[in-house]
């Protein structure tokens, strides 16, 4: 038994093999959900969305090359002997392998979802307890208030707004995005940030609130402790539990790109090549960047529940 | 208590600042205004390769300033020399002849003679299925500046073909080079420093040809958002960009500011018919109602704000084949429409609101997509206006990728799109493809002998002139048999600042940064 991790190495390894078993199901349901789905890659790689006219011999030469007129089976399971050596395969769309083009794409990703989760939670964190602590006075109806505006604005809209306040009106950041730099990352960041800590902002609120009514608290004021190390040494301990496996859960999404912000932004994350991927039904492609978002998903999954063997004392215990 | 949550509101307060402020103060270089000796350029961009032979990535090395071709179309589509100064055929028409420029020069100061143009096009042939499409030869040979071209079958439109930017000519000597993000070694005003699909900076040519390069430094950033596009140009930082959308267009009115630059594209948005036996509009009188009861003018001048031309004949009039002599039988008459309709013996016998024969509604399966706006906007003023004289029409939205498959399958009644009518310059291939008797690609039933008379002269006609006449007669004969629905001409656009001149749209979609794009005196 490990201090750091309240599984047993049983539990770890089972998990470990569920995660393997969840994405070899997930890459087989993307594999047939793509070749399924209406379309043609190897047409739409020829002309794109171009409406030109395009013969069918050009389109069956190309599709005898990549070997695409193989049968489905033998396709994923081609597929599948490569990827268990670590080769994901070939992107029609950029002619690079899969591998390469989504490291490419991928620290422009965690850049800004790391960013836009700390902008959240430096928000969302000191104003939902102030907020509860504070509850229904005026800074309270404020936060509710505008926490509920944040969460009803959709992405794009925010982002463009931002664009036109502070690039157009103001000139204070540059409009034009396409690299990664302190400068164009502020206003996808407060983009995605915004809205998140808009949700999170009231999860923190209710959930404070509710540690807030608890018996033990009215127990620890009789006892005359101070409010403050009620606040800090009590409740927020309580209270951190469920937001962490909401913080998982919304960090894990933003690691899958966030697209309708990367194309406002011209940010050259995953969430636009997913977008660009799917367009050209470039199956290879799809097919690496959902796995990489499933893998996220359970990676984070797992440490946050890693995480509630510090954070809670119980499972310490149950553990011992 | 309090103190603590003090604490947590200044934090965060902080926080924000602090995040504001890594933001804050911006590039100041962003702003284009000073710099005379560069240029920026807000565009979409699909490419992420400048291989010219790969996929339609040639569009984007001509449209970048890098490549060029034998010849180049001008603003009538008309051909004019390019690298090469002339051409000419022989009297067997199978043999082209090329006179190559003699001083035109690649950006690596070798000299481009007709052997260079000779292997340029031959690895183009090599390494693109596509170039097949165009044309095969027999041979190609040089011969000083003359690069002969023999032919397996007369190709009256050869020249137009070269002027694709599939046919890029390249220095093929160079083999050191990572073409994906360097590009190859062209003829053109301007190099590529670097390359991504996100940004490329391009420096001029120090060895070009054709006069002098305008700007030392040209940055072409990629922003496919149409709304960040406009705001880019309006805050000053880029000096040009391609198609603003047509809602933001007015906030470049100001001629003071602003040039904008607008023209018809090579598109048609065409609704094929569905001719064939069993089929409603297999019966030419109800193709005609079906026609007549439409009002493309208020679809396009207000629906579509203007930024579409009303559609009348299958080549655009943005070409030079006789739209304005054109005579359309079926333009706009409600009255007309329903008389047609009861001489077919359709008449609304029940009082449902649709015409009927043999107990059936006249109904009509409109399939179209979504991937292009206005497509569902004519599908919908169709079913409305087609309403008003009892046909029923169900509209069926499909994804772009089964467009052609059901094309083929023929079930439909009518199948919209928008049609590049003219890749070449030539939009023969358009006209046979779509409705000569036994093509592949006519999948309505289409067929008149008239018409494929003409067509065959049309494939052995070398004179333009008597090209344009044929092609005309033979739009005539759509017309005439209410072949085709033409609902519009879409309009293309690139607006400027006025610190920049000749930014001009041009008809082919591949003429951007021109060497001809400088900073206005």
């Not at chain 1, 809205?195 to 009514?213: D, G, I, S």
């Not at chain 2, 400048?50 to 339609?56: G, M, R």
């Not at chain 2, 030419?284 to 003018?297: F, G, N, T, Y």
């Amino acid at each position: 038994m490990r201090e750091w991790c309240v599984l047993s190495n049983k539990q770890l390894l089972g998990r470990i093999g569920q995660i393997v078993l969840v994405l070899l199901g997930i890459s087989f349901i993307t594999f047939a959900l793509v070749m399924l789905s209406p379309g043609d890659p190897v047409r739409q790689m020829i002309a794109g969305n171009e409406d030109i006219v395009v013969s069918q011999q050009e389109v069956e030469a190309l599709r005898h090359e990549l070997g695409l007129d193989k049968p489905f089976i033998f396709q994923y399971l081609d597929w599948l002997g490569r990827a268990v050596q670590g080769d994901f395969g070939f992107s029609y769309m950029v002619k690079k392998p899969v591998i390469e083009e989504l490291m490419h794409s991928l620290p422009a990703t965690v850049i800004l979802a790391v960013a836009s989760t700390v902008f959240m939670l430096l928000v969302s964190i000191p104003a939902g307890i102030y907020s509860a602590v504070k509850h229904n006075s005026w800074f309270d109806y404020m936060v509710r208030g505008l926490t509920f505006v944040g969460v009803s604005i959709p992405n794009f809209w925010m982002g463009l707004m931002l664009l036109w306040i502070f690039g157009l009106k103001l000139g204070l950041l540059p409009i034009v995005g396409g690299r990664v730099s302190p400068e164009t990352l502020v206003l996808p960041a407060l983009t995605l940030g915004i809205v998140m800590a808009a949700k999170y902002t009231r999860q923190v609120r209710a959930t404070v609130l509710e540690e807030l009514n608890q018996d033990y608290v009215v127990g620890a004021r009789a006892r005359g402790m101070s409010e403050s190390h009620i606040l800090w040494k009590e409740v927020l301990p309580n209270a951190m539990l469920p937001l962490i496996t909401l913080l998982g859960l919304s960090f894990g999404n933003l690691l899958g790109g966030a697209a309708v912000v990367e194309i406002v932004f011209s940010w050259p994350g995953l969430g636009y090549l997913a977008v660009q991927s799917i367009i050209y039904r470039d199956f290879q492609l799809v097919q690496g960047i959902v796995l990489w978002i499933a893998l996220m998903y359970m990676v984070i999954n797992l440490i946050v529940d890693i995480s509630y063997n510090h954070l809670d004392p119980r499972l310490r215990k149950a553990g011992k | 208590m309090k103190k603590a949550a003090k604490i947590t509101a200044a934090l965060a307060m902080m926080g924000l600042l602090a995040f504001a402020a890594a933001g804050c103060g911006g590039d100041d270089s962003a702003k284009s205004g000073g710099a005379k000796d560069t240029v920026k350029f807000g565009v979409t961009n699909f490419a992420d390769s400048l291989e010219p032979t790969d996929n339609f990535f040639s569009w984007v090395v001509m449209r970048y300033g890098l490549g060029e071709c034998l010849v180049k179309f001008d603003d009538k589509m008309n051909l004019t020399p390019w690298l090469a100064e002339s051409w000419s055929i022989s009297d067997d028409k199978l043999t082209w002849t090329f006179k190559i420029n003699d001083k035109a020069v690649f950006s690596n100061g070798n000299k481009v003679t007709a052997d260079a143009v000779k292997k340029s096009i031959e690895r183009t042939f090599e390494k693109s299925n596509r170039a097949g499409t165009f044309f095969q030869f027999d041979n190609i040979t040089a011969d000083g500046q003359n690069l002969i071209i023999k032919t397996q079958n007369p190709v009256p439109t050869l020249p137009g073909m070269l002027a694709d930017p599939l046919f890029i000519i390249i220095d093929t000597s160079v083999t050191d080079r990572d073409y994906a993000k360097q590009g190859p070694i062209c003829t053109g005003p301007y190099m590529v420093k670097e390359y991504s699909k996100a940004k490329a900076v391009m420096e001029a040519n120090p060895n070009y040809w054709d006069g002098k390069v305008p700007f030392k430094v040209a940055e072409i950033p990629t922003i496919d958002d149409p709304n960040t596009r406009a705001m880019a140009l309006q805050s000053g930082e880029i000096d040009m960009a391609i198609n603003i959308a047509s809602g933001d267009l007015q906030l470049f009115q100001d001629k003071a500011k602003y040039n904008i630059s607008e023209l018809a594209s090579l598109r048609t948005v065409l609704a094929q018919i569905n001719m064939n036996e069993g089929r409603p509009c297999h019966d030419p009188k109800v193709r005609a109602a079906l026609i007549s009861c439409l009002d493309r003018e208020t679809y396009n001048k207000v629906l579509l704000k203007d930024t579409f031309i009303t559609g009348k004949a299958p080549i655009p009039p943005s070409l030079d084949y006789g739209f304005d002599q054109l005579t359309d039988p079926n333009a706009y008459n409600v009255e007309r429409a329903k008389q047609l309709l009861a001489e077919a013996g359709w008449k609304d016998t029940n009082n449902d609101g649709y015409v009927d024969k043999d107990g059936k509604n006249l109904e009509l399966d409109f399939i179209y997509y979504s991937g292009r706006a206005e497509l569902p906007l004519y599908a919908e003023a169709t079913q409305s206006d087609a309403k008003k004289i009892g046909i029923k029409v169900n509209m069926k939205n499909i994804d772009y990728n089964v467009l052609d498959s059901i094309r083929q399958s023929g079930d439909f009644d009518l199948c919209i799109s928008n049609i590049l009518t003219a890749n070449s310059g030539d939009p023969a291939v358009y006209l046979n493809w779509y409705w000569k008797t036994g093509d592949p690609q006519n999948a309505t039933g289409y067929s008149n002998p008239e018409y494929d008379a003409l067509s065959d002269r049309l494939a052995v006609e070398f004179d333009p002139a008597k090209r344009r006449d044929l092609m005309i007669q033979m739009q005539q004969i759509l017309l005439n048999d209410g072949a085709g629905l033409f609902f519009g001409y879409p309009k293309t656009n690139m607006v400027s600042k006025v610190t920049l001149k000749n930014a001009d749209i041009k008809p082919a979609d591949y003429y951007w940064l021109t060497k001809d794009v400088a900073p206005a005196e």
